[in-house]
């Protein structure tokens, strides 16, 4: 049974920082072999893209709302997806889904991920 469980989430200030974490389980393959990806749904909104490891090149993708404040990050032998966020802003509040995907097209779109988390919430208080 494939599990992916994120955690780290919190009630933060305006400008502080949080580390969320995925751990991976039960993936046929090490999450090396598969696109990655952090994605967000705020209350009354769509789910929307974040972050994402791409398997076929190995690079990172950021959208654009978070560039520069988010660093996406993982740790392969741990089977461990992270997602650092700095410099937060009331608009990041969320709750926050770590998700993997197995085919090499995949990216920013959520119906092309397989396997999803149960989300994490992230609160920005100003």
């Known amino acids: 049974q494939v599990q992916l469980v994120e955690s780290g989430g919190g009630l933060v200030q305006v400008g502080d920082s949080l580390r969320l974490s995925c751990a991976a389980s039960?993936?046929?393959?090490?999450?090396?072999?598969?696109?990655m990806g952090w994605f967000r749904q705020a209350p009354g909104k769509e789910r929307e893209f974040v972050a994402a490891?791409?398997?076929?090149?190995?690079?990172?993708y950021y959208a654009d709302s978070v560039k520069g404040r988010f660093t996406i990050s993982r740790d392969n032998a741990k089977n461990t997806l992270y997602l650092q966020m700095n410099s937060l802003k009331p608009e990041d509040t969320a709750v926050y889904f770590c998700?993997?995907?197995?085919?090499?097209?995949?990216?920013?779109?959520?119906?092309?991920?397989?396997?999803w988390g149960q989300g994490t919430q992230v609160t920005v208080s100003s």
């Open positions: 998700a993997a995907c197995s085919t090499a097209v995949g990216l920013t779109t959520q119906n092309e991920y397989d396997y």
């Open positions: 039960g993936l046929p393959f090490s999450i090396s072999r598969y696109t």
């Open positions: 490891f791409r398997r076929i090149n190995d690079r990172t």
